[in-house]
């Protein structure tokens, strides 16, 4: 069982997490003792230890004790064992001159000295080749291999539990560290002894549960009820775990263990089992007590000389840092609280990009579960149409295998509200379905929808929409006053029917495309500004009902095609050809892209795990090996390591949903992310160790930034989240006003220098006057192109442009005129029109 940990904001820890860890003792117990030792009988014998602490740290102490086991003997067991369960029973255990909050600190603490400085150590090791160190070499290693993030992320989880430095800090730890080591050397022995005595009283038959105890959670401080059934999601979310019960009653009436069936050979491995756990705590209190030393590499005395030596390393930057602090710093700070584990439950969900901004690679596969996105453009509209035909590929997006663009492409207006199934190859159709609906957003991810009645609305602040049961047949997702997604339900699912935008602007769709199975498809999309028509796309369909061709409408005849696509016989797309010919390639085994191209024929490849649609991609790169990464995830904690094409390292660590808090660079740099509930980041701690914090209110609006100096910019919302003012860090004030479409239409500066817009119908400038009167005035045409442009001096710039929105010429206010001309589409060689310029 391997004793890889991971050290992390505590709200990004999981009751999966819990249970993930149950269950990998829970298989070890059974498979070393026939079936007769559970996690569930291993609780009823440990009620009677005492513990008051971390609710990670109880399963931690299990693992430890089982990967000593698992060495073979205590022979075998190195002090790199004895310090791992030496510190995580530090995070447990009650003990007199230490308070769990200090205890709450300590663990995660020196578990992130301990991993860093072994990564260090062997760093140096690697490039000096060298097996292993001199002292003096350990030293400099350390010395100059903990970075200023390193310090400042330390100095900053020890602060949100202990009052005093750093510093203060490690020296009040070295100073107590005989009698903590004295009393977990006593807690070890306790622990041991009694599942050794449990193990007997199992196997003759005289073990028996306790009587039951409610299931609503009564808490008796510094007993064990549930050694893994602990209360997970309230202590994760409250982040007060260190000064309640890590366990919660979980017993169920009288457990009657007396008549037990235990095989001849069952009992004598249960027997030998309990020896050999006895036999650690029989030693333990010699060998945890070695660990005080804080001159011997890997005791706990030594952890706490490397945090000195850190904390000393950061007071000089922070010295400095407070000769420049404002005077207006903000004492206010967001919660730190961290804790480690050392088994986690894997990732479920792909995080969303706009909030977590690193979470992918240069080839867009997700560090969290392995999932391949990007998207291609096949046209633009023009004119003031913000819309794209663009088509985004998502790996496991099982859900989208039957749609209309090949299968794992969605598109802006394939977007729905679906039945919610998982993918099963048990099956003809693969759906297994579940109860609920999910949402099939923009970007392609699957995210699971509350169960609504009608006229009920909430609102999800991880994702920001409103989401609301307008009646059985129509679902809403808002995404605030910007535009309005309407689903109108068809058999199972609900598909998009309507787009409302600001200052007017719709799209429409409708569905009268039939298939051979009586189901009818995407056939027309109609873009208008109140009842300006700006543009028809009309879709056109292959015999096995996907899009062959989108085509242009005017005066309600086919124009000209946009875009063509070709599908294999798996109803995969093979090739996506523009207006101009030019075209994306597309391979693929089981729906997983292996090689995409761009239009000029450059192309990416990727290598799977699997064929199924959970299959993670292990592996990028392009034909010309310009870029290349290879992923390898932890098997026990959320980690991916990506090693790019020059064989560099950068570890990557998320939450369960996804979200990055941690990313370490090739030459140990890290940035931190702590993030709320709504996965808004509320800390940064950057490269170089700054730190900026945010606060935001309930609608993921920023109200507060604050910077490593101390000063801090204010910012003020309407009940429309549009920014309406701003106190920025020199305590100058910035005011903003907007009309009822939410168009800005007025701007003071700090000193109260006044500018005005003035808009159109569409939501366009037409005139803007600065603070001294100056006057600019825009004409547009009914398409939205810009037609005039006239500064303040009253010199008029012009633009014309042909039926297709290209622009045809440009005049400046001297005459000055440059045309430009375009050819029909065509392989033919072209000449200039003067001899000698280049094309």
């Not at 997700?366 to 035909?389: K, N, P, R, Y």
């Not at 101390?710 to 003020?716: I, N, P």
Request: charge should be neutral.
């Amino acid at each position: 069982m391997s004793q890889n940990s991971v050290v992390a904001p505590l709200n990004t820890f999981s009751p999966k997490d819990l249970t993930a860890k149950k269950a990998e003792v829970d298989k070890w117990f059974r498979e070393y003792t026939n079936g007769v030792v559970t996690v569930d009988r291993l609780e009823t014998i440990c009620r009677s230890v005492p513990v008051l602490g971390s609710a990670f740290a109880i399963g931690d102490i299990i693992i430890d004790i089982i990967s000593m086991i698992n060495k073979g003997g205590l022979d075998k067991v190195e002090i790199f064992d004895w310090l791992n369960l030496g510190i995580d029973v530090i995070g447990l255990v009650p003990m007199g001159p230490v308070g769990p909050s200090v205890r709450s600190a300590a663990r995660p603490a020196l578990f992130y000295v301990k991993n860093e400085s072994e990564k260090i150590i062997k760093a140096q090791a690697k490039k000096l080749g060298k097996k292993t160190l001199t002292s003096q070499e350990v030293k400099k290693a350390l010395s100059t291999g903990f970075k200023d993030s390193a310090s400042v992320f330390l100095t900053t989880i020890i602060a949100e539990n202990v009052a005093g430095t750093l510093e203060n800090f490690a020296k009040k730890g070295q100073s107590l560290l005989n009698q903590i080591l004295k009393e977990v050397g006593n807690w070890i022995v306790l622990l041991t002894k009694t599942i050794d005595d449990g193990f007997k009283k199992l196997v003759s038959g005289s073990l028996n549960g306790l009587p039951n105890l409610k299931r609503a959670g009564q808490q008796s401080l510094g007993v064990i009820k549930g050694i893994f059934e602990l209360d997970g999601t309230r202590i994760v979310n409250n982040a007060k775990y260190a000064t309640e019960n890590v366990a919660k009653t979980v017993g169920k009436g009288y457990v009657n263990l007396a008549n037990l069936a235990v095989s001849d050979e069952a009992r004598a491995k249960v027997l030998a089992l309990g020896a050999k756990i006895r036999s650690i705590g029989q030693v333990a209190q010699a060998k945890v007590n070695g660990l005080s030393d804080p001159n011997t590499l890997w005791t706990i005395g030594w952890l706490f000389s490397i945090m000195g030596m850190v904390a000393a390393k950061h007071r000089q930057k922070r010295a400095q840092i407070k000769a420049k602090e404002t005077t207006k710093a903000n004492a206010s700070h967001p919660s730190t609280a961290t804790d480690k584990s050392n088994k986690q439950a894997h990732a479920e969900n792909n995080a969303n990009q706009c909030k977590n901004c690193m979470g992918g690679t240069g080839g867009s596969i997700t560090f969290a579960m392995g999932t391949e996105f990007f998207t291609h453009v096949d046209a633009q509209l023009g004119g003031i149409i913000q819309d794209s035909i663009s088509r985004t590929y998502v790996s496991n997006l099982y859900q989208m295998d039957d749609a209309i663009f090949g299968a794992r492409w969605v598109t802006p207006f394939t977007t729905k509200i679906s039945r919610k199934f998982k993918y099963t190859s048990k099956k003809k159709d693969h759906k297994d379905y579940l109860n609920g609906l999910e949402y099939i957003c923009l970007d392609g991810r699957a995210i699971d929808l509350p169960d609504l009645k009608k006229g009920q609305s909430i609102y999800d602040p991880i994702e920001q929409y409103t989401y609301t049961v307008l009646s059985d047949q129509l679902h809403l997702i808002a995404y605030g006053e910007d535009e309005k997604r309407y689903y109108e339900k068809y058999g199972e699912d609900y598909r998009l029917s309507y787009i409302e935008r600001k200052n007017g602007f719709k799209v429409a769709l409708r569905y009268d495309h039939v298939s051979t199975d009586n189901k009818t498809i995407l056939s027309d999309i109609l873009f208008k500004q109140d009842d300006n028509l700006l543009a028809h796309l009309a879709l056109q369909l292959t015999p096995q009902g996907l899009v062959s061709d989108i085509w242009t409408i005017k005066n309600g005849q086919l124009d000209r095609v946009l875009a063509s696509y070709d599908y294999d016989q798996q109803g995969d797309l093979v090739q996506a050809t523009n207006e101009f010919a030019a075209s994306y390639y597309y391979q693929y085994t089981h729906h997983l892209i292996t090689r995409y191209t761009d239009l000029t024929h450059r192309g990416m490849n990727l290598k799977w795990d699997g064929i199924l649609p959970t299959s993670k991609a292990i592996e990028e790169w392009a034909d010309n090996a310009s870029r290349a990464s290879k992923l390898e995830w932890d098997k026990n904690i959320r980690k991916t390591t990506v090693l790019d094409v020059e064989g560099n390292s950068t570890e990557h660590y998320y939450d369960i949903d996804g979200y990055t808090y941690r990313i370490v660079y090739p030459d140990n740099f890290e940035e931190w992310f702590f993030r709320d509930d709504a996965k808004n980041i509320t800390l940064h701690i950057a490269k170089d160790g700054s730190k900026t914090s945010y606060t935001y209110d309930e609608r993921g609006n920023v109200l507060t930034t604050t910077q490593d100096d101390g000063a801090t910019s204010y910012f003020e919302y309407d009940e429309k989240n549009q920014l309406t003012g701003m106190v920025d860090a020199e305590q100058g004030r910035w005011f903003k006003q907007y009309d009822g479409s939410g168009n800005l239409i007025k701007e003071i500066d700090p000193l109260k220098h006044e500018t005005a817009y003035v808009y159109n119908a569409m939501g366009l400038v037409t005139s803007i006057t600065d603070a001294k009167g100056g006057s600019k005035s825009l004409k547009y045409d009914d398409q939205g192109n810009l037609i005039s442009y006239t500064d303040c001096s009253g010199k008029e710039t012009k633009w014309q442009y042909d039926e297709r929105g290209r622009v045809i010429s440009i005049e400046n206010a001297l005459n000055q005129k440059v045309e430009y001309f375009y050819t029909e589409l065509t392989l033919e060689n072209r000449e200039p029109i003067i001899k000698g310029l280049p094309l």
